[in-house]
Each structure stands twice: as structure tokens, then as C-alpha cells.
């Protein structure tokens, strides 16, 4: 069975940090782009980073530029999403999404059940 698994969201507070992970199951990870969305109640899903398959490419939204970081690990045919420095407003379910293409396609392949990462004091 095809998988992508969301985990490591839950409550922080402002300033805090969380690691967000998106593990395969099913398929390997090696040959697909990744992208990491987000959306909060009432608001559209939002694209918050994309990674290449080799790594070697990456895209980072501006709304989380030098806060959030996005790698990869093939080996464990995982990606992770390292949040810094986070704020009220990236309170939202995070979601991790494949496709065989590059971080410019807009249609994924498989999606994650999604996490709850909420900021909050």
C-alpha cells in the first residue's frame, strides 16, 4: 500500500521549534519531489517548501524564508521540514505531497493524512 506519513506536529510556543517528517511506505522515496503545504481553518492550502528528488533543488515560501528548512534522507526515504522561530500564524495542518516531476508541477501524486502544528502561548 502507497503511504505518506505526516508526524512530528503538535503545540509550541512563539519562538519555538518543531521537525515535521514525511515518511514512504509502499514506494521509494528516491525518484519524487516532495512539497510540504499547510492549510489553516478557513484559508486555501498554501505551498510552504518543495525539494527536489536528488536534493539538489529546493523552494521555500517567503512567508517562512529563514525560519523553515526542508532535506531530505533516501536512505530512510524520508523528508523532514525543520521549523524555526515559529509564530501564531504558521498554526495550520502541514501536509507532505509527492510527484514524479519537479517543485514548478502542480499536481502531486500521493498526499499525507496531514499534522497539526499549532503556536500558541
Known amino acids: 500500500q502507497v503511504q505518506l506519513v505526516e508526524s512530528g506536529g503538535g503545540l509550541v510556543q512563539p519562538g519555538g521549534s518543531l521537525r515535521l517528517s514525511c515518511a514512504a511506505s509502499g514506494f521509494t522515496l528516491d525518484y519524487y519531489t516532495i512539497g510540504w503545504f499547510r492549510q489553516a481553518p478557513g484559508k486555501e492550502r498554501e505551498g510552504v517548501s518543495c525539494?527536489?528528488?536528488?536534493?539538489?533543488?529546493?523552494y521555500v515560501a517567503d512567508s517562512v524564508k529563514g525560519r523553515f528548512t526542508i532535506s531530505r534522507d533516501n536512505a530512510k526515504n524520508t523528508v523532514y521540514l525543520q521549523m524555526n522561530s515559529l509564530k501564531p500564524e504558521d498554526t495550520a495542518v502541514y501536509y507532505c505531497a509527492a510527484n514524479s516531476e519537479s517543485c514548478d508541477t502542480r499536481e502531486y501524486d500521493y498526499w499525507g493524512q496531514g499534522t497539526q502544528v499549532t503556536v500558541s502561548s
Open positions: 525539494i527536489s528528488s536528488s536534493g539538489g533543488s529546493t
